[in-house]
Nanobody, 119 residues
Framework: QVQLVESGGGLVQAGGSLRLSCAAS????????MGWYRQAPGKERELVAK???????NYADSVKGRFTISRDSAKNTVYLQMNSLKSEDTAVYYC?????????????WGQGTQVTVSS
């Protein structure tokens, strides 16, 4: 089992910055993907950014150039630096970890952290 604990959410004005952190613990394989999803009220959960175990990142078009994902694999921690925040970035942000064990893949989620951007 894997546990994910997020931190760093909060209220910020438009144009401001926040940094989210997510620490993973438990049965973690070194070859995993970690990332962030978000869900705004009335909308489906969507990918924000993800990063492979070798450091390759992918971003949603809506956050490219503003958000940066990084990870410290030694600490099993992933970060999301969010700059130039917009009101449309308001959502609950969920940390994600995916890993493969044998022929099965497993997805794990954090409890979510609220990010609210005021205009």
């Amino acid at each position: 089992q894997v546990q994910l604990v997020e931190s760093g959410g909060g209220l910020v004005q438009a144009g401001g910055s926040l940094r989210l952190s997510c620490a993973a613990s438990g049965s973690i394989f070194s070859t995993n993907i970690m990332g962030w999803y978000r869900q705004a009220p009335g909308k489906e959960r969507e990918l924000v950014a993800k990063i492979t175990w070798f450091g390759r990142g992918n971003y949603a078009d809506s956050v490219k150039g503003r958000f940066t994902i990084s990870r410290d694999s030694a600490k099993n921690t992933v970060y999301l630096q969010m700059n130039s925040l917009k009101s449309e970035d308001t959502a609950v942000y969920y940390c994600y970890l995916g890993q493969v064990m044998g022929t099965s893949s497993y997805d794990y989620w954090g409890q979510g952290t609220q990010v609210t951007v005021s205009s």
